[in-house]
């Protein structure tokens, strides 16, 4: 890694007030000297946590976004000052390219297990990787999916790039901000069976117990019909979601076939007719952010905790 002399300079102020870290990531302890200087995220949730947490001026840019048509209008006003280095997963060599420290990222969010791009791959180039808390099943074991998965993440970040109170402060407004907007609801009559549909139409990719959304759904009170499926984001049959009959749908908004496009093949193919969320036209859209880990869980939870009242 090349370092110009105002990332050496930043580098000598941090490490004077900054003592040495480490902090767990997945199956790894990662010791940081220094808080990182020229961090990249991917994909547009990972790259939120980074921006609430106050790190663009830490970052050299971004990847993974546009490749899958993940950026709206909030997204795209809050990386404008931020390159994306790469539209899908990056290579070895865009990182190295881009001089990066840090690479905050996840399996199977920019990281393939056995691919180019992993912890040990980046190591020898200075490159230390900080691995998304929900993508650690793909490399060994962990409980299911909860809400705090993604506090660990924004608490972990904090660690690694000194701003733990900032961290702490979010973390704690996240929580009393989602326990007072529950605690003013009406409670449920019944907990609703919920189905959630990513993509796929020959076979659905949906979430299991591993994936946030199931965390989202019992946080709103409800049961993800897949939460016996021993993965995180995964594809099953069919004949399993009919034969589980959810009263609740919800779609995945992102890529090139919309929640719309996802809802309308449900609901005007036969084989769906007698599940109960198709016949009662009970759809709600979370968009790709909202589904995986970050900032924007606690808006997903009031909106699937809202319509579920709404049945």
Sequence with gaps: MKLTFTTLAALMIAGSAFAQTTVQSCDREVTFDHPPQAAVANDVNLLEMMLVLGLADRMVGYTGISGWNKLDQEMT????????????????????????????????????????VTPETLAPFGIQ???????????????????????????????????????????????????????ALPPLEATPRVFVYDSGEDVPFTAG??????????????????????????????????????????????????????????????????????????????EYAEATPGPRNIEAVKTLATAFRER
């Design 77 to 116: 006003a809050g990386v404008a000052a931020l390159p994306e280095l790469s539209s899908k997963y990056p290579s070895r060599e865009v990182l190295i390219g881009a001089d990066a420290d840090f690479f905050f990222a996840g399996w199977n969010y920019g990281m393939k297990v056995g691919g180019e």
């Design 209 to 286: 117990a591993y994936a946030m959304p199931n965390a989202l759904i019992e946080a709103a009170g409800g049961t993800n019909i897949m939460n016996d499926l021993e993965k995180s984001w995964a594809t099953v049959g069919w004949e399993a979601v009919v034969a589980r009959d959810p009263e609740v749908i919800v779609t995945v908004n992102y890529g090139e076939v919309t929640a719309d496009q996802k809802r309308a093949f449900m609901m005007e193919n036969p084989a769906f007719a007698d599940i109960d969320a198709v016949r009662n036209d009970r759809f709600i859209v979370l």
């Design 129 to 183: 990787v900080y691995e998304l808390t929900e993508s650690c099943i793909h490399i060994g074991q962990k409980a299911p999916s909860s809400m705090e998965d993604m506090y660990n993440d924004l608490r972990n970040l904090g660690t690694i790039f000194d701003v733990s109170d900032r961290a702490e402060s979010l973390i704690e407004g996240y929580q009393a901000e989602l326990d007072a907007f529950l605690a």
